[in-house]
């Protein structure tokens, strides 16, 4: 089970980096695609059009290699769901029909889902380290130990009665 989720967190984190590369290869084109049709956000949306291929990188690179998981699946998980809530938004502001929305966000919604197996490996406990494969020890049940006997108790000595002094 360790091995294959190994092999899914590189598959995975190696084609999110690749993905990312191969946007940054038509950047400007990709810019304009991603900032078209948000009316008044035109501007953020391309500014998010140059800065989504390195949240893929960067993020693809980390899980990829284990280093830094809660940052890696941070940045990876916000370059992927933004894609759909993108497309979505472009449906909302200008009117292009879901038709022409769907297909991409459903592809992105595929992602998201090996993004979530690629993942699964991390936990709260496990994001400053690496998952190891150390055996995890299994707590020993102890058998109840039976009352010590009259003769074996301690005899406890009497209390001295404090008595504060008087002040003159």
């Not at 130990?145 to 009665?161: C, E, R, T």
Request: hydrophobic share 55%.
């Amino acid at each position: 089970m360790s091995v294959s989720t190994l092999v899914v967190r590189i598959g995975f984190g190696v084609a999110l980096a690749l993905v990312g590369i191969a946007h940054y290869l038509d950047a400007a084109t990709f810019a304009e695609a991603v900032g078209r049709g948000l009316g008044t956000l035109e501007p953020i949306g391309m500014a998010w059009g140059y800065l989504l291929p390195g949240l893929m990188i960067v993020g693809g690179v980390l899980i990829a290699l284990g280093f830094f998981p809660a940052v890696g699946t941070f940045i990876a998980g916000l370059a992927l769901v933004s894609i759909p809530a993108g497309l979505m938004l472009k449906s909302v502001l200008s009117g292009l029909s879901l038709n022409d929305t769907m297909p991409p966000a459903m592809n992105a919604i595929v992602w998201i889902l090996f993004y979530v197996a690629a993942v699964r490996g991390f936990s709260c406990q496990s994001a400053c380290e690496m998952p190891s494969s150390k055996p995890v020890p299994t707590p020993v049940m102890r058998a109840p130990v039976a009352p010590a006997s009259k003769s074996m108790m301690i005899a406890k000595a009497p209390l001295k009665k404090i008595v504060p002094k008087k002040k003159k």
